[in-house]
C-alpha cells in the first residue's frame, strides 16, 4: 500500500448534482468586505467534504458540519483530460461543477484550497481515466503536458485560489517511476509559471506522503537514506509552501509510538509556511491496523503540538465515518471495481460517527481551532520599533519601541544585544545616534550624544567595540568606539563620503564611490573589491548606479552585497551579489531587479534574509529569505501584517530562529 485513498473523487461526483435539475443551489451573495480566514494569521482548518452517504442530502449535510467545525474544504479534482487537451478555454462541465462546489461552500462559511490530481488516487502507478489515445502516455506525452497546464490555467483563471496544489503524495509516483519523475518536474515548473502569470497570488505546491518520504514502516525501501529531502527539494524555488499528508497508522501500532520529534524536521529544513493536506487515524481496529479514540486524539496532538503553530491550513481527511459499502458500489459503477478492501482502511477516520455523534476527538480538534483563532497580530506603541518574529510560530513580539525613526540593526556575536542607530525624542538637531538594548527589550544604553550625524553601528566580531559612521567633517568617515560608546576614534577616512559597513574577523568592508572597498579592523590597508559598471553615474533614482549594503558573512570568507543596475523604476532596480571577500568568484543571486537591499546572512552562513521595499511602482516592504546561492527565494512576511505597517533592516537572531527587523507604522 503506498498511500492513502482518493475519495474526494465521490464528493466531486456528488457536488456536480449540485448544478442538475432538481437540486440547483443558488448563489450565494459574498458578505460585504469579507476577511479570509487566510489572511487572519490563524491555522485554516477543515476536511475533505466527503459524506458518509452516498446522497445528495448527505453531501449537504456534510458541508454544513464541516462549516460548524473548519474554516476550509479541500477539493481534489481528477483532470478532465478530454476537456482540456485543446484549450485552457470553452465550456467545461468540470467547471460547472467545481462552481456548484463552491456556492455551498460558500453557504457555509467555508473557502477552498483547490488541488488538481492527475493521478489516480487509489494507485499511484496509475493515471487517473485517460482518454484511450493517452492511454499508453506518461508526463512526457504532449497532449498530456497540455491537458494538465491548460486545466491549472483555468482553474488560476476561474476561481483565484489562495492555494492550489498540482498533484497529491507526488513523491509516490517518483519511487513507482524515478525515470519519469522529471518530466513531471518540468512540467510542473512550466504549470507554476502559467498559474503565477494567470494569478500572481496563488500559492502553488504539491503534496508529500509523509511515511513514505521519511521511510517508516512500509514505506522502508530499506535504503540507508532517512527524509528523502531530495524529492521535495526538487521543486525549488517553485514551491509555495511545504505540504504533506499524513496516516501514521501504517507505521505505528498506536499514536502514543509517535516520536516527539516526528514532524519536527520540517521546522528547521524550510522556512516557508507548512501544511497538512490530508491525513488521521482511525478510531477503531481493523484487520492488522490499530484504532481506537486515544489514537485519534495523540495523532492530533502529535500535530498540534510539533507543528501545528507554523501551519497555514489543517485538512483532517473526513468529517465523518462513512459507508464503505455504498461507496463500493459507486466506485463499482464508475469502473472501479474492488477497492472496498482499501477503502475499509480508511471508512472509521471521522471524528463523527456515520450517523454525526461526535468522538471524543472532535472536541479536541475544535479546542486546537478555537486555540488558533486568537488571531495574531503586530504589538504597536509607538510609531518605530524593534521587533522579532518567531519562524516556527509565525508570532511577532516587540523589543523596543520609539516615536521617532530607527535605522539599521545589528546584533553582537554573543546573539544578546542589538545596536541600532535613532532619533532621540527631544534632541533639536535631528540627528542619528547610536543605541544598544537587550532582545529582551531591556537594558536600554545612549552610546553617542552629540550635535554629529552617528549611524551604521556594527559589532567587532569579540563585541567589545561598535565601529559606526559620523559626519564629524566633511564626509561620513568611518569611527569606532567601546561597547559602552567610550573612547570614540576616528579609524578611516577614504576622502570621500564611506557609508554602509559591515565587520566580521578582522575585516570591515563599506561602500565608497558607489563600489565596495575592505580594510583592516585597524584601519590599514584599504582595497577596492568591487568595480561595477556605472559606478557613480546618476540616473533617475536616488543614488547613482552601483553597489551598496555590503554584508560579510559569518566567518568573513564571502560579501553579499546589492547593484543598482536600473533606473527604470522610481525607487530604482537592484539584484544581489556574492564575491569572495579577496574580490574573486564574483555570482549574481538574482535577476528579478526589484527595489530591494540589506541582505543579512544567517549565522549558519546558508541563508539570506533581505526587505523587499518596492516592485516597479508599488510599495511593498515585505521580508524575504534565499539560499546563500540566491535559490529557493519566499516572502516570509507573516499575512498578519497590515499594509500600513512597514519592515526594515531585517537580520536574523544567533540561533537562526527569529528574524529581529525595524517596523514603522505608516501614517
Known sequence: MKRAVYLIFLALLLAGLACEGGN??????????????????????GFFPTPPEVSMESLIATFGAIGQHGHVILQQQAIPWAEFIASADGNSKTIQDMRGSLELAHQNGLEIVYITDPLNGLNRTEFAPLPPELADGNFSTPDIRQAFKNFAVRLAREFHPRYLGLASEIN?????????FPNYLSLYRETYAAVKAESPGTLVFVTFQWEDLSNRGP?????????????????????????????????????ADLPADYYTPLLTRTLKPLA??????????????????????????????????????WIYLVIDDFDVKAYDRLFAEQGMAGTGETLQWFGVLGLRTKDGDPKPALAVWDGMQNGATATKTVPHEGKWGLYALDLATQSTRLVYSAPREIQILRLNNLGDTLAFAQKIDGDNDGNFEICTVGIDGGNFNRLTDNTYLD?????????????????RQTDLDIYVMAADGSSPRRLFDSGAHDADIDWASDRIVFTSNSGLWMIQADGTNPVQITHPPRAGEWGKTNLPFGDYDPRLSPDGSRIVFERLEDD?????????FVINADGSGETRLTTDGASQGLASWSHAGDKLVYVVAAINDQGMYDMHVMNADGTAIHDITPA??????????AIFSKDDTEIFFIGEWWE
Open 24 to 45: 440547483v443551489i443558488e448563489p450565494t451573495p459574498p458578505a460585504d468586505d469579507p476577511v479570509s480566514v487566510f489572511d487572519s494569521g490563524q491555522t485554516a482548518f
Open 172 to 180: 509516490t509516483y517518483a519511487d513507482a517511476y524515478p525515470d519519469d
Open 219 to 255: 514505506f522502508n525501501d530499506g535504503s540507508p537514506e532517512g527524509i528523502k529531502w531530495a524529492t521535495v527539494e526538487a521543486f525549488e524555488p517553485n514551491l509555495d509552501i511545504w505540504a504533506i499528508s499524513s496516516y501514521p497508522y501504517f507505521a505505528f501500532e498506536t499514536a
Open 276 to 313: 497538512v493536506a490530508e491525513g488521521g487515524w482511525p478510531s477503531q481496529d481493523f484487520g492488522p491496523l490499530h484504532g481506537s479514540d486515544e489514537d485519534q486524539i495523540g495523532y492530533l496532538q502529535a500535530i498540534n503540538t510539533q507543528i501545528g503553530e507554523r501551519l497555514a491550513f
Open 455 to 471: 549611524v551604521y553601528p556594527a559589532w567587532s566580531a569579540d563585541g567589545a567595540q561598535i565601529a559606526f559612521l559620523s559626519q
Open 568 to 576: 527604470s523604476s522610481p525607487h530604482g532596480n537592484y539584484n544581489f
Open 640 to 649: 498578519y501584517f497590515p499594509t500600513t505597517f512597514l519592515v526594515h533592516a
